[in-house]
């Protein structure tokens, strides 16, 4: 265990922990839009950035990614310096002028006191933000259908060659997960749409909902060694069934 | 409807390396000197060949300037945009060039005759400002010398 | 090719190589480095090959003719040295090959007419190492660049090749190696500055399951060909230099990453390493040892980004060059996620220097926290341009003025940018200023990789920052946003300075947003990016306020704020009327000229063939 000071408090935090989790646990918000869970940090969006110093540091101190610095022996943490939130601000204002038309960067700059971008705006371009979740988290599935295609400010999401994935398997797993809703995914009539590409939706055998691609259930099926007719039945009704045959073993 | 792609020129480069993702910029780099660009059809085989998500391939062929997806022209002309050329005027040859073949940097005439590019430093910065027409260095190019230099080329 | 087993092998071989040398009457230097490639040596070697072998005289021992790289003056290339006299020879032409071989090598008599020529004094120099160019520079990392055939080991061996290796694989144990290296004071040549001898003992101590050594010949400062000139000129040393450090750190496997554009520096360190491979060198159980070592050459694709290290490394693996953060070094978790050592080009091939002359020689050169020399590409306004070799704490004022020889045309010297597109701007009044590490930061530039461009009056600074943070722009990875949208917001507001289009505050959003872009960038590319424009706001501020209030370039660059003028020096020759491809001169012949405003696009090609003066630009 390792003890540092964020924001003035002490805490303890096991080794290997970022200085972003260390601070969620005692409830302080530190914005980051690249962040989830499930994938390795990225520091790519750099709103998480906090400053730090230390005692051996001779009076150092700098601007870091919180979501990426592990935890350090008396670490000191401050998460809303004026270097941060001058920073922090900068960013915004310029993602604002990148992304005029997206909701979730409006509510941002509002938070930071910014009406309008004071940079020139981009005109005519749709809402992604490059956080890189959509790619990273579909490489993290085990498909990797999508990527980032050029570098700096003409980089884009985009499919390989610009045509429908192959590799897709329709998960929507990067639809769900996009801070501005930028990936188009319609479920309609049994088909899901997405990437250009129409995948078949199984059908529940219980309640009839359209519930999961064949493709992403045969992947499901295969790398976690379930039975072929696993997904037969949506996941609702799996906990109906399980819950009933619980409920016959207690014999309530 | 595009020719197809001879494939077996892009088999014999795959065999001189190891079948896995460190191989790709090398693989690419060959691949793009022998087809002069890279070709669907051969992006796909490498993806295969190496083991690497097409998606990988195809991000790593658009972020590197040395590749490049659509057929370079017959020539290759290319402005050195390094400091020292630039302050000899670069800039004023390459805004000539772009007058004169109707592309901007980065584009191929349609008649395929002529590609234009920009590349950073050759390192003959003692004939600044330089341009070079596929091996060929001319050197203290001066506007005005533009229009000879491509006619004597045409 | 011999293959050496043992020192004593590399011994024998190399007192071989010094009875055939003795049989050698001339040795024809033809340099092929970069310039005097592009200005022809290809044809003057094919020359000399032809001529000697027409008057069956032998050009690989008696009259060894060697195509060797940089030379150093390239603004007098095509070079041709001829030893051991070191008579030098500079605009040399194919049609002088027959005068060279019959005067000079037959007869022993020097060309006047192709000796270099100072400028100010009107002096012939005979030899070049009198040359103030020449005599003033001491050549360290370029020792044998522009005397040696790169392509030829074994005139590294002939000139003490690999003795450093087989002193210390068979005498010296890995710690020594690196105390060695820290009593020299190595610091990394690649801009940073790193002490050489602190990162190789991280990576040593890192744990890890295999250690990776790395050199950097990512060159990719524009205006900057110093490590090209190495790989092409002098690969081995490199090689050697690589191999000590491996064993110093206990590494077994070693890559040269090579920028794209350098062909040439691709295929002579491949060959290198070819040969070293024959020769014993590297491989298996080297020298007798049980140390392991091989090198792969990596081809860069085409990205300045591929510079910083933990691009570069991204980029060996076969990844887009995106950095990491450097919150873990990579030391510890570099190349393949293992300890990687990474160094430049320049500071490899300063380590068999070390080992070979002792640790005090290169301590003895430099200023206290910059020791040695470093070898840089003075280019840009100056009148010699080429590359040089200095030691550290030489003045700004005698590397442009005694090694450049000063101004073309004598116009006033405004300023000189290092560090490439990291640098800054350092002006008139710091000429004195030494140069060093340190010095250079202090200034608000930085040594960067050894790129010197000169600049006089007619060069506009709000166009030098303007012109870098576009290259920056188009180099950024697009991973973080303070880079990839803030060098774009950067650069619309000095463009729009450029153009005229300058709003209300404009300075100040150029330092605030400059500040965030430092604060917040995830690499050294966009850190540094801010740079070049901080620089020029600072000791050429009034400059950048004429661009905003007057809107009027002084130096006569931007083109939306200037004017072409006919004055009265005009002979009415009609040339301009002629050049210009907008119809925008109108003139009868031997008639004052006039240059129609609303039709000039200040393209500079009137300016460029007036021969009377007659073209102002206001």
Redesign the interface.
């Known amino acids: 265990m390792v003890t540092l000071k964020i924001d003035g408090k002490i805490i303890q935090a096991r080794e290997g922990t970022m200085v972003l989790e260390a601070a969620r646990q005692m409830n302080i918000n530190i914005p980051a839009i690249c962040h989830h869970e499930a994938v390795e940090p990225w520091g790519g969006c750099r709103l998480c950035l906090v400053e730090i110093t230390h005692d051996d540091w001779g009076g150092w101190s700098g601007l870091v990614t919180s979501c990426l610095y592990p935890v350090e022996e008396g670490l000191i943490v401050t998460t809303a310096s004026p270097k941060v939130i001058e920073t922090r601000k900068t960013i915004i204002d310029l993602l604002l002028a990148r992304y005029p038309g997206s909701p979730r960067i409006q509510e941002l700059a509002r938070e930071y006191g910014i009406e309008k971008t004071s940079y020139v705006p981009d005109v005519g371009r749709d809402n992604c933000i490059l956080c890189g979740l959509c790619?990273r988290l579909c490489?993290g599935m085990g498909?990797?259908?999508?990527?980032?295609?050029?570098?700096g400010a003409a980089k884009e999401i985009?499919?390989?060659?610009q045509e429908a994935?192959?590799?897709c398997i329709g998960c929507g797993v990067c639809h769900k997960n996009c801070p501005t809703m930028n990936i188009p995914m319609q479920d309609k009539n049994g088909v899901r749409t997405i990437w250009n590409r129409k995948f078949e939706l199984i059908r529940c055998s219980a309640c009839g909902k359209a519930h999961i691609t064949r493709e992403h259930a045969e992947y499901l099926c295969e790398h976690q060694d379930l039975p072929p007719e696993y997904f037969e039945t949506c996941d609702q009704c799996k906990r109906l069934e399980n819950a009933d045959r619980f409920a016959a073993i207690v014999k309530w | 409807m595009s020719p197809k792609i001879d494939l077996k020129p892009a088999e014999k480069i795959l065999e001189c390396y190891p079948r896995?993702?460190?191989?790709?910029?090398?693989v690419?780099?060959d691949l793009q000197l022998t087809y002069n660009y890279l070709p669907?059809e051969v992006?796909k085989r490498v993806s295969a060949a190496l083991s690497?998500?097409?998606?990988?391939?195809?991000?790593?062929a658009?972020?590197?300037?040395?590749?490049s997806l659509t057929p370079k022209g017959k020539k290759v002309i290319r402005v050195c945009?390094?400091?020292?050329c630039?302050?000899?005027?670069a800039n004023?040859l390459m805004?000539?060039l772009e007058?004169q073949l109707k592309i901007m940097a980065g584009e191929t005439t349609s008649d395929m005759k002529y590609s234009l590019e920009s590349?950073?430093?050759?390192?003959?910065?003692?004939?600044?400002p330089?341009i070079m027409v596929d091996e060929t260095?001319y050197?203290n190019v001066?506007?005005?010398r533009v229009?000879k230099m491509l006619d004597g080329k045409q | 090719m011999k293959r050496c087993k043992t020192p004593a092998d590399l011994k024998k071989w190399s007192t071989g190589l010094d009875r055939q040398r003795k049989k050698t009457k001339t040795r024809i230097l033809v340099c092929s480095?970069?310039?005097c490639l592009?200005?022809g040596s290809r044809k003057i070697a094919g020359a000399f090959q032809k001529e000697l072998a027409a008057r069956k005289l032998d050009s690989k021992v008696v009259h060894k003719l060697t195509e060797t790289g940089c030379h150093g003056l390239?603004?007098q290339?095509p070079l041709v040295t001829i030893m051991p006299e070191h008579i030098f020879y500079v605009q040399v032409k194919p049609k002088d090959v027959p005068e060279i071989i019959q005067q000079t090598i037959m007869k022993g008599q020097v060309i006047e007419r192709l000796l270099h020529t100072d400028p100010g004094k009107k002096e012939k120099f005979q030899d070049y190492r009198k040359i103030p160019f020449y005599a003033r520079q001491v050549r360290v990392a370029l020792r044998n660049v522009g005397l040696i055939d790169p392509n030829d080991i074994e005139e590294y061996i002939a000139v003490g090749g690999y003795q450093a290796l087989a002193k210390v694989l068979t005498g010296m144990k890995p710690e020594k190696v690196i105390d060695m290296v820290a009593r020299s004071g190595l610091r990394g040549k690649g801009g940073g500055g790193f002490p050489t001898a602190k990162k190789w003992k991280s990576g040593r101590d890192a744990p890890g399951e295999q250690t990776y050594i790395i050199c950097n010949g990512d060159e990719?400062?524009?205006?900057?060909?110093m490590d090209?000139?190495i790989m092409e000129g002098d690969p081995h040393s490199v090689i050697e230099g690589m191999i000590i450090g491996a064993y110093a750190v206990g590494s077994s496997q070693g890559y040269v990453y090579v920028r794209?554009?350098y062909p040439l520096a691709v295929k002579n360190m491949q060959q290198a390493i070819n040969d070293a491979r024959k020769a014993g060198f590297l491989g298996d159980r080297i020298f007798g040892t049980p140390f392991c070592f091989d090198i792969r050459v990596?081809?860069?694709?085409?990205?300045?980004v591929c510079g910083e290290s933990s691009a570069l490394m991204r980029?060996?693996?076969?990844?887009?060059?995106e950095p990491r953060a450097k919150y873990v070094h990579s030391v510890k978790r570099g190349l393949f996620d293992q300890p990687t050592i990474l160094n430049n080009v320049e500071t490899w091939n300063n380590v068999p220097y070390i080992v070979s002359e002792g640790p005090e020689r290169l301590a003895s050169m430099g200023t206290k926290k910059s020791k040695g020399t470093k070898a840089f590409?003075l280019?840009?306004?100056v009148r010699n341009?080429?590359l040089i070799e200095i030691p550290m704490g030489t003045t700004l004022r005698e590397i442009i003025y005694e090694i450049g020889d000063g101004i073309i045309r004598d116009r006033p010297f405004k300023g000189v940018?290092t560090g490439?597109p990291s640098g800054g701007v350092v002006p008139n009044s710091l000429l004195d200023l030494p140069v060093d590490f340190e010095a250079l930061t202090r200034a608000g530039s930085m040594m960067g990789s050894g790129?010197m461009?000169v600049?006089d009056d007619r060069?506009c600074m709000v166009d030098?920052a303007k012109?870098f943070l576009h290259?920056l722009m188009e180099e950024s990875?697009g991973k973080c946003v303070p880079c990839r949208e803030g060098l774009k917001q950067l650069h619309n507001i000095v463009d729009g300075i450029t153009r005229g289009n300058a709003g209300n505050g404009d300075l100040e959003k150029i330092e605030n947003l400059s500040r965030s872009i430092m604060e917040g960038s995830l690499c050294a590319l966009g850190k540094s990016a801010p740079n070049p424009v901080l620089s020029t706001l600072q000791y050429f501020r009034p400059e950048y306020e004429t661009h905003i209030e007057k809107k009027k370039c002084p130096a006569g660059v931007c083109k939306a704020l200037i004017t072409y003028l006919i004055n009265d020096k005009c002979t009415g020759c009609t040339l301009c009327v002629k050049?210009c491809?907008f119809d925008a001169i109108v003139g009868k012949k031997k008639k004052m000229h006039k240059i129609l405003e609303d039709k000039c696009?200040r393209?500079?090609?009137c300016f460029?063939?007036c021969k009377f003066d007659a073209i102002e630009i206001d």
């Open positions: 790619v490489a498909m990797a259908a999508i990527s980032t295609a050029g570098r985009s499919t390989p060659l994935p192959e590799d | 896995d993702m460190t191989s790709l910029i090398q690419l780099q669907r992006l690497v998500p097409l998606s990988k391939v195809y991000s790593v658009t972020f590197y300037k040395a590749f945009t390094g400091t020292a630039h302050i000899r005027g004023l805004d000539e007058r590349v950073n430093c050759v390192g003959a910065c003692a004939m600044a330089v260095y050197s001066q506007p005005d229009k | 480095g970069p310039g592009a200005r390239c603004q290339g990719g400062d524009p205006g900057a060909f090209r000139a794209q554009e990596s081809r860069g694709g085409g990205a300045f980029s060996v693996e076969g990844n887009v060059g590409c280019v840009g306004k341009t080429g940018q490439g790129g461009i600049m060069t030098v012109y290259f990875c050049a491809a696009t393209c500079g090609a460029a063939v």
